[in-house]
């Protein structure tokens, strides 16, 4: 009884209202942030501090694919967490030995793996590693590509806004359209180290490859001995309907870089080196936290769950559906509605962000893809009774 009244009382201060005001006044100010206090989270649902339910479609910007605190993951973390939590890899781990065994075992290729803390760190190590095994410095990323915010990631990004502020950046990286063979064939040269792009463009867009662009990047690549980069950060973990977004192709990449989903929410990051590059050379990289007990144990919960639950096929399905009844509203507001999986995106004939609030107002929380694209990404495990209302709210708003 004595606790009642604090817990209570503790729900009361912590209103909607007085969580932002705290936070704007101490936040960095970096991110344009919604009037929207998050406290908790169940499958795809998010709750706000004033008890409000809200549809999530933004499912943590891509780390959520497996719904917020899946049961397997949260007592992994529980059973960990009294075990071990830091570990750096000058010592071997129960953890990481089981995971990287396990990891291996679900990717396309065989491959030895780097395991770190976020997509940035996962691109920038394999820009780094790219240039290790080439000896060479270039780099071709594609235009409206992203691929994080550190110095060497952000080069390779695409929209100038995030770029222009921190020039000049690492040198030697030029970006080719997205989709065109002829334009990467011409760019590609014997000094080139490396293609990186994603699968499917997220930020730039919701922008599927072409059918037949990452085979013909795969022979223009092995023409002039350049490595391949599948940036799957968002693509990966069942989010396009497969397990990586390459197994929609029979592309094998040179390197696949992942984070977001990989953990089940942890923060978490992995370079995916093919076994024929070997082993890299001692010392050359690393990172503290990288591969720690936690989140190895969280991983491992969280791939069991993919393959268990058959998300990625979930995705597919649930993917089409969505698609499908999207299209067919053939609302005269939007201008396409294309994707992959349950990575959807409308593009708008007008501004996101007033269709983002709108769609607030129905209780349903979605992303911007740029100016004009509204991004669905929502979890996995999403119902299908909430992608209708899904549905419905989008037909409301847009129509
Ligand atoms: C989010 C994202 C990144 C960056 O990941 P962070 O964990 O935010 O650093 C890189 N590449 C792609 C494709 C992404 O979607």
Same mark, same amino acid.
């Given at each position: 009884?004595?606790?009642? !009244?604090?817990? +209570?009382?503790?729900? /009361?201060?912590?209103?909607?209202?007085?969580?932002?005001?705290?936070?704007?006044?101490?936040?960095?100010?970096?991110?344009?942030?919604?009037?929207?206090?998050?406290?908790?989270?169940?499958?795809?649902?998010?709750?706000?501090?004033?008890?409000?339910?809200?549809?999530?479609?933004?499912?943590?910007? =891509?780390?959520?694919?497996?719904?917020?605190?899946?049961? +397997?993951?949260? +007592?992994?973390?529980?059973?960990?967490?009294?075990?071990?939590?830091?570990?750096?890899?000058?010592?071997?781990?129960?953890?990481?030995?089981?995971?990287?065994?396990?990891?291996?075992?679900?990717?396309? /290729?065989?491959?030895?793996?780097?395991?770190?803390?976020?997509?940035?760190?996962?691109?920038?190590?394999?820009?780094?590693?790219?240039?290790?095994?080439?000896?060479?410095?270039?780099?071709?990323?594609?235009?409206?590509?992203?691929?994080?915010? $550190? /110095?060497?990631?952000?080069?390779?990004?695409?929209?100038?806004?995030?770029?222009?502020?921190?020039?000049?950046?690492?040198?030697?990286?030029?970006?080719?359209?997205?989709?065109?063979?002829?334009?990467?064939?011409?760019?590609?040269?014997?000094?080139?180290?490396?293609?990186?792009?994603? %699968?499917?463009?997220?930020?730039?867009?919701?922008?599927?490859?072409?059918?037949?662009?990452?085979?013909?990047?795969?022979?223009?690549?092995?023409?002039?001995?350049?490595?391949?980069?599948?940036?799957?950060?968002? $693509?990966?973990?069942?989010?396009?309907?497969?397990?990586?977004?390459?197994?929609?192709?029979?592309?094998?990449?040179?390197?696949?870089? /992942?984070?977001?989903?990989?953990?089940?929410?942890? !923060?978490? =990051?992995?370079?995916?080196?093919?076994?024929?590059?070997?082993?890299?050379?001692?010392?050359?990289? =690393?990172?503290?936290?990288?591969?720690?007990?936690?989140?190895?144990? +969280?991983?491992?919960?969280?791939?069991?769950?993919?393959?268990?639950?058959?998300? %990625?096929?979930?995705?597919?399905?649930?993917?089409?559906?969505?698609?499908?009844?999207?299209?067919?509203?053939?609302?005269?507001?939007?201008?396409?509605?294309?994707?992959?999986?349950?990575?959807?995106?409308?593009?708008?004939?007008?501004?996101?962000?007033?269709?983002?609030?709108?769609?607030?107002?129905?209780?349903?929380?979605?992303?911007?893809?740029?100016?004009?694209?509204?991004?669905?990404?929502?979890?996995?495990?999403?119902?299908?009774?909430?992608?209708?209302?899904?549905?419905?709210?989008?037909?409301?708003?847009?129509?």
């Amino acid at each position: 009884m004595r606790f009642l !009244p604090i817990y +209570a009382g503790l729900l /009361m201060v912590h209103s909607s209202t007085t969580l932002i005001a705290t936070e704007q006044q101490f936040t960095s100010g970096l991110y344009p942030k919604r009037a929207l206090a998050i406290v908790r989270g169940e499958g795809a649902r998010l709750y706000d501090a004033d008890g409000q339910v809200y549809i999530d479609c933004v499912g943590g910007q =891509g780390a959520a694919n497996l719904g917020h605190c899946h049961p +397997a993951v949260v +007592a992994a973390i529980q059973d960990q967490a009294a075990l071990l939590l830091s570990c750096p890899e000058i010592f071997h781990n129960d953890q990481r030995a089981a995971y990287l065994s396990e990891l291996a075992a679900a990717l396309p /290729m065989p491959a030895r793996i780097f395991l770190c803390n976020s997509g940035a760190e996962a691109v920038e190590a394999g820009l780094k590693f790219a240039r290790l095994l080439t000896g060479r410095t270039k780099i071709i990323a594609t235009m409206r590509g992203f691929h994080g915010r $550190t /110095m060497g990631a952000l080069s390779a990004t695409w929209e100038i806004k995030y770029r222009e502020p921190f020039m000049p950046l690492i040198p030697e990286v030029s970006h080719v359209p997205f989709g065109d063979v002829e334009a990467l064939a011409a760019a590609m040269d014997t000094e080139t180290a490396a293609l990186l792009l994603e %699968p499917v463009q997220g930020e730039g867009g919701v922008r599927p490859a072409p059918a037949g662009y990452l085979e013909a990047a795969r022979r223009i690549c092995d023409a002039h001995g350049a490595l391949l980069l599948a940036d799957e950060v968002q $693509t990966g973990f069942g989010r396009t309907g497969k397990l990586f977004g390459v197994e929609h192709s029979a592309v094998i990449p040179d390197l696949l870089l /992942m984070a977001k989903s990989i953990a089940g929410g942890l !923060p978490m =990051g992995a370079v995916v080196i093919h076994e024929r590059h070997g082993a890299l050379p001692a010392g050359a990289h =690393g990172t503290t936290f990288g591969g720690g007990p936690l989140v190895c144990a +969280a991983a491992r919960a969280a791939l069991r769950v993919y393959q268990q639950e058959d998300l %990625p096929r979930q995705a597919a399905e649930k993917g089409s559906w969505l698609l499908e009844r999207l299209q067919a509203l053939r609302l005269p507001a939007v201008r396409e509605v294309r994707g992959l999986g349950l990575l959807v995106g409308l593009e708008l004939k007008g501004r996101v962000q007033p269709i983002l609030q709108a769609l607030l107002e129905r209780r349903i929380v979605a992303l911007p893809a740029g100016p004009n694209v509204l991004r669905l990404l929502p979890p996995l495990v999403i119902s299908y009774d909430d992608l209708d209302e899904v549905v419905s709210a989008v037909a409301a708003v847009l129509g």
